[in-house]
Nanobody, 122 residues
Framework: QVQLVESGGGLVPAGGSLKLSCATTRGTSINYAMGWFRQAPGKEREFVAA????????DYADSVKGRFSISRDDAKNSVYLFMNSLKPEDTAVYYCTCATLTQTVITGRGSWGQGTQVTVSS
C-alpha cells in the first residue's frame, strides 16, 4: 500500500510563503491523483487542493484560490503545495492524500500521510 511522507511545514509570519512537499513510498505517484487537506485545532479536516494524475486538472478550496498552488513531479514521486500570502487562519496541520480517482481525493476518502504543522504568526 502506498505511503505518504510530508515535509516543509514550519513557522512563518503573515504574508509569507511556504512550500510543502509530499513523497510517495511503496508506490509511484503517477498512479494516483494527489491532494492536500488541513485541520486546524478544534475544527474538522478540510479540503485544500487536488491535482489529477495527468497534472492537467487542479482544484482548490475557495479560501486558498489565488494564494496556493499545487503541482506534481512524478519523476520524484512527489506533490507540492506552494502557499503564498499566508494568513493566521491558514494555521493547521496539513495532510497529503492520494487515491486512484481525483474525486476520491477531493472527498477525503484516499490514503493519508502523517501531516506537517504550518503555523502563521500575526
Amino acid at each position: 500500500q502506498v505511503q505518504l511522507v510530508e515535509s516543509g511545514g514550519g513557522l512563518v509570519p503573515a504574508g509569507g510563503s511556504l512550500k510543502l512537499s509530499c513523497a510517495t513510498t511503496r508506490g509511484t505517484s503517477i498512479n494516483y491523483a494527489m491532494g492536500w487537506f488541513r485541520q486546524a485545532p478544534g475544527k474538522e479536516r478540510e479540503f485544500v487542493a487536488a491535482i489529477a494524475r495527468s497534472g492537467m486538472i487542479t482544484d482548490y478550496a475557495d479560501s486558498v484560490k489565488g494564494r496556493f498552488s499545487i503541482s506534481r513531479d512524478d519523476a520524484k514521486n512527489s506533490v507540492y503545495l506552494f502557499m503564498n500570502s499566508l494568513k493566521p487562519e491558514d494555521t493547521a496541520v496539513y495532510y497529503c492524500t492520494c487515491a486512484t480517482l481525483t474525486q476520491t481525493v477531493i472527498t477525503g476518502r484516499g490514503s493519508w500521510g502523517q501531516g506537517t504543522q504550518v503555523t502563521v504568526s500575526s
